[in-house]
């Protein structure tokens, strides 16, 4: 854990039940996140990493009190938000904010820029006036490499890059201390994802802010993220600082992810790591370690207990959950 906190989650998770039924009786209940602990200090870049339904977006939403939690502790500046009245919670929504993975469906398509950028201002009472309402807008757009002209303009006039940095305009317009990165970047070129990286650190670097960057693809958050987290049906199976994790990938699982990444050099070769099959059903979990029915260094204890999130002898910054590669 980070010497200073801004974030704590403990033992988070969130089940979404599954209705079903003439009487909508609930069947059954999605582990989408069981058991997540982690922390995040002050002007971090937290990066948590997985492929789809791996439970890191819904993570993300959860701490943001976006989607309620079924149980654990999130606290921020060590107030736990779940105890939070809907009323004093709304205090705690200019100090946190995110930005959304597809920046066009997370606006209204009939406001203007002003509007959408400028909504939170209004709901917050940040601005006394048009005036300055305009102002703060303008001044947010440059700051994200837009031009004021574009306040009057909508969404649709925008292509996908544009639309991201309008978004990020609108999370910083409260002034957040944390702002969660939804995959930021996944809908975009490569040449636009560099861009956007690029202004998300020197906007961090500016205002201080620390982040939870999601995002599915390790190459993405290598050089952008402090730590990283690599989540796996709805658990973490390791953690560690971004250099150690990609030096030192210990769970089967991570590695697979570090030796899919696409290697610049054509003649450079990696080693393969198999895999096979699909990822098991959050409804129906698998006994043990989530991981055991694909992994391709199973053994008998792997089916039968779910190892827990240790650090290893030798670093105890790294973390793992993983029988055959626990240290």
Known sequence: MPAETLLKVQN?????????????????????????????????????????GSGKTTVGRTLLRLI?????VVEFEGVNLASLSPAELRGYRKRMQIIFQDPASSMNSRLTVER???EGLILHKMVRDRSELRERVGTLLEQVGLSRSYMGRYPHEFSGGQRQRISIARALSVGPSFVV???PVSALDVSIQSQILN????????YGLSYLFVAHNLAVVENFCDRVAVMYLGRIVEQAWSEEL????????????IAAIPEP????????????????????????????PRCPLTVDKCRQENPPLVPLSDNPEHLVACWVNWR
């Open 246 to 257: 990609y030096r030192r990938p210990l769970h089967p699982y991570t590695q697979i992810l």
């Open 181 to 183: 990165a939804d995959e």
């Open 199 to 206: 202004l998300l650190a020197d906007l961090q670097s500016q």
């Open 265 to 292: 050099d054509p003649n450079a070769r990696k080693e393969q790591v198999p895999v096979k099959g699909e990822p098991p059903s959050p409804v129906k979990p698998p006994p043990g370690c989530p991981f055991h």
């Open 68 to 72: 309620e939690p079924t149980a654990g």
């Open 116 to 118: 959408i950028v400028g």
């Open 12 to 52: 988070l998770k969130k089940y979404f039940p599954l209705k079903g039924g003439v009487l909508g009786r609930t069947r059954g209940y999605v582990h989408a996140v069981e058991d997540v602990s982690f922390s995040i200090a002050p002007r971090e870049t937290f990066g948590l990493v997985g492929e789809s």
